[in-house]
């Protein structure tokens, strides 16, 4: 088994990112603009997928739409032009919750 | 992973960024998030469990100026303009034009993001609208109206003239997109109702906007100008305020009298007229439109370009729409409920095509809750219908419930009136969409025929299907009226003729194929033309049972009248509807005639076409023979017969013939070229006289079911004539070639020929052929 475990790809060693699959999440791009949206897929290079985005526009910066949120549907944002990325509490509790009712065969 | 320029100038502007705070819900991962992300293997996406990769599809990516509509907002100047600048008479009118154009742009399926919505006039005013009609104004603040300087001329122009106007093309595109929102108009096709979450004054009353309208062009009216010019442009706002009222106030009347709504019509086709004498006074203002407004409407597309059209093709534009919504009132003319029918049938054929608008107004104004006109019953128009084609006996509609067949009849004429009501609806669809709605159509006809064949043959329907005399050499044992199946099997014939004829019109198929589906469509002109007989045969004899049976009656009154005997009760004459019997035999010959013409001028387009094969000009599909390979199969002649004809694989009658049957009727070895084409012209002459003296039947009773669009065939027939006459000159040219039989294939063609389809000024189901010889 133990052979068998170390031929297969580490599998184990990404496990982690999942965690934030699903989340809720607030990506602050180069330039100044803020993405919130639900991670639904990364790589290597944080190369982000979110779904059911919205737009904010940087601080400070004049437009005729004002400070509002503004819905763009799904995005992918290049991992280069990402500054920050913060996750949505509940939404982080949320999924650690449902992670570890999956990995007990829990039904949820 | 190598750093580029573009990473270095990211990296430097990113110390410079300012970013928010993060909220007290939300949490920092940048670094767990980042260390975490580098343990996955290069190549691999890690993705929820419900995600997949093709979902991605549509994803935007953000920072890509070709796919991210926000950098677009980010680096326009579209902050810097500002709506409550004083503008001259001449920008006013500028803005007011341009404001026109784009809004015809958006009447022929162009989004409101790429036309009236890149107006930054248009903007601020939806931005400032809070539901309140008293909001639409250019000031800074929704609850907070500027103060305006009545005397001073810039202001009241822009804050009174463009204001309102603006407000007026608002809520036309609103009143406009309600009605496009219906069963006859396809989204994103025919137009795009998306409003990106922007609310298009809906629940603010056109009267109110009316009246703020023609409250400024009165006011403009009355100001004069020292200056020639100013007052000029003054005199064109004021129209253009007047042309906004009136075509509001006819979208505000649709219920109106046609007399009524007809006037106003005319009135603005006039009025349109005059726009274009003060068009070119205007001063262009082309920072009052941006692109860059996507990047801040609601809206996951990537970046689209405006779209404005000349001025001059949009008052064309919207002259044929108002052209459009006055000819639909004709239908108001009608004289028989098969006026309508035919009406609809012209509309749908129409060119150029109408605008959406018009086609979801005949949709929603007369076939209104699948009622003709809002009040005729589906189940009038089909007995109508079949009255027309048939004049079968009036029984047939009027069976009492205790009749043993009332069941089942009752059932087909809620499967006819549904099969009727879909056929007039796709009648407003755009011709790709008819087109494909018909072969989904000709299925339901088919399953309706077959319902009526069953009917009409079972023993409790003996009394509709009596044997017809006169005919003892039918082998299947005489002529029976059948006139349900009939009515069936005609239309369904006719839409089959449609589809290949659309084909033909919607340039589906190559030159190579035009010899099977002009083959094909001659066979179904063929037996539609034998049913025409039929049709014919069953009212003649019907009509001779039922004069003499009045006959006999007639001589057994005059007997009891001599003996003095009480005259019985007169037994009822019910082989025919005696009295619908002119209009049928009216109505049958002029089919019969226009099927003969379609079929001459079929035949001579076949000829032509065979020469082109004999020739070696038009090379037909290869088959296996010349390549066996498996590439080859796919395009296998036998495969394209089965393809074209498949929309017509699963129609019991008129079967689709075996492919065999194609081959052996369109072998071409007893053909010379100069016998084929003295034939091509021989059927093309042949139509061009027939066509004439079909055009000599103008007398109304000659025009059934044919008042509304007499004069729209008139049109189609100068079409199929001047296409006879183009024909008629390629012939000649290919005479001039003095083309040699090619040896089928092996030897190049020496002189090569050109070959185009024009399809402009001619019949759309027959475009011409233009050949031009090509010295090698």
Known sequence: MADESSSLPPVAAYENVKEFMSVLMMVSTTDGRQFCGTLMATDRDRNLILSEASEQLPVGFQSRRGDRFRYVGMIAIPGKHILRIDASKDSLKAREMLLKGVSRGAII | ?776
């Open chain 2, 1 to 776: 992973m190598s750093t580029t320029a573009t990473d270095l100038a990211d990296e430097a502007a990113s110390d410079q960024v300012k970013l928010r705070p993060v909220v007290s819900s939300y949490v920092d991962i940048t670094d767990r998030f980042t260390a975490e992300a580098a343990k996955i293997m290069p190549g691999q996406l890690v993705m929820m469990e419900s995600f997949e990769l093709v979902n991605s599809i549509n994803a935007l990516e953000i920072m890509d100026p070709k796919m991210d509509t926000g950098v677009l907002n980010l680096r326009s100047n579209d902050a810097n303009f500002d709506v409550s600048a004083p503008r001259s008479p001449q920008e006013i009118l500028y803005i007011m034009d341009e404001l026109f154009a784009l809004e015809m742009s958006w009447c022929t399926g162009c989004a409101l993001s790429q036309t009236i919505y890149t107006c930054l006039y248009i903007e601020h005013l939806l931005n400032n609208f809070n539901g309140v009609q008293e909001s639409l104004h250019f000031g800074t603040r929704a609850s907070d109206p500027p103060s305006i300087d009545q005397n001073d001329l810039d202001q009241f122009l822009l804050h009174h003239a463009l204001r309102s106007y603006a407000i007026g093309v608002i809520k036309t595109c609103d009143l406009m997109r309600r009605q496009l929102q219906c069963k006859g108009i396809f989204e994103e096709e025919d137009a795009v109702t998306e409003t990106y979450g922007l609310d298009l004054l809906q629940f603010v009353s056109p009267g109110y906007i009316l009246a703020v309208i023609e409250a400024a062009a009165f006011q403009i009216e009355c100001k004069t100008s020292s200056s020639d010019t100013t007052q000029q442009v003054l005199t064109g706002i004021a129209q253009r305020l007047n042309l906004r009222a009136t075509t509001l106030r006819t979208m505000m009347l649709a219920e109106a009298p046609p007399a009524m709504l007809q006037q106003l019509y005319s009135a603005c086709i006039q009025m349109a007229d005059t726009l274009s004498e003060t068009h070119e006074l205007a001063v262009a203002v082309p920072t009052a439109f941006s692109m860059a407004v996507q990047g801040r409407l609601e809206c996951g597309m990537p970046p689209r370009p405006l779209l404005e059209m000349p001025f001059a093709k949009a008052v064309e534009l919207y002259q044929q729409l108002q052209t459009g919504m006055s000819d639909l009132l004709r239908i108001h003319e009608y004289g028989s409920i098969g006026d309508i029918v035919s009406y609809f049938e012209h509309f749908a054929l129409r060119l150029p095509d109408e605008l959406p608008y018009v086609r979801s107004q005949l949709h929603q104004q007369y076939l209104k809750d699948g009622r003709l006109l809002g009040k005729t019953t589906m189940r009038e128009a089909v007995i109508s219908d079949i009255t027309d084609l048939c004049s079968p006996m009036p029984s047939l509609f009027e069976i009492p419930s205790s009749h043993p067949a009332y069941a089942a009849l009752e059932d087909f004429y809620v499967q006819a009136e549904r099969c009727f009501e879909s056929y007039l609806t796709v009648m407003s669809h755009n011709k790709c969409r008819l087109r494909q709605r018909l072969c989904g159509l000709i299925l339901d006809w088919n399953a309706l025929q077959a319902v009526a064949e069953t009917i009409e043959s079972s023993p409790e329907m003996v009394q509709f299907s009596l044997v017809l005399q006169g005919n003892p050499d039918d082998p299947s044992g005489g002529l029976h009226p059948l006139p349900l199946s009939s009515w069936a099997y005609y239309r369904k014939l006719k839409m089959m003729v449609w589809i290949v004829f659309l084909g033909f019109e919607l340039d589906i198929y190559k030159l190579d194929e035009w010899p099977l589906m002009l083959w094909y469509v001659d066979y179904l002109l063929g037996i539609t033309d034998t049913h025409f007989k039929r049709l014919e045969t069953v009212v003649e004899s019907m009509t001779a049972l039922h004069q003499q049976q009045q006959q006999q009656q007639n001589t057994a009154a005059k007997k009891n009248r001599k003996k003095k005997q009480p005259q019985q009760s007169a037994q009822k004459l019910d082989y025919i509807n005696i009295e619908a019997v002119p209009r049928t035999t009216m109505l049958l010959t002029r089919l019969r005639a226009e099927t003969e013409i379609f079929r001459e001028i079929c035949r001579g387009y076949l000829c032509l076409v065979a020469v082109l094969t004999l020739a070696g000009i038009v090379n037909p599909p290869r088959g296996a023979q010349t390549s066996p390979s498996s590439s080859a199969l796919r395009t296998s002649p036998e495969l394209l017969y089965r393809i074209r004809l498949k929309p017509f694989g699963p129609i019991v009658a008129p079967e689709v013939p075996p492919y065999e049957t194609y081959l052996q009727l369109s072998d071409l070895n007893n053909w010379t070229i100069p016998a084929l084409l003295d034939n091509a012209q021989m059927s093309l002459n042949g139509a061009q006289k027939m066509v004439s003296q079909l055009n000599k039947l103008t007398r109304p009773e000659h025009l059934v079911n044919a008042k509304l669009v007499g004069e729209s065939m008139t049109k189609t027939r100068l079409l199929l004539l001047r296409s006879c006459i183009g024909m008629n000159v390629s012939i000649m040219r290919l005479r001039q070639m003095k083309l040699v039989q090619s040896d089928g294939g092996e030897r190049e063609v020496k002189r090569k020929v050109k070959v185009t389809i024009e399809q402009e000024n001619y019949h759309p189901f027959f475009p011409v052929l233009v050949f031009a010889e090509n010295e090698q």
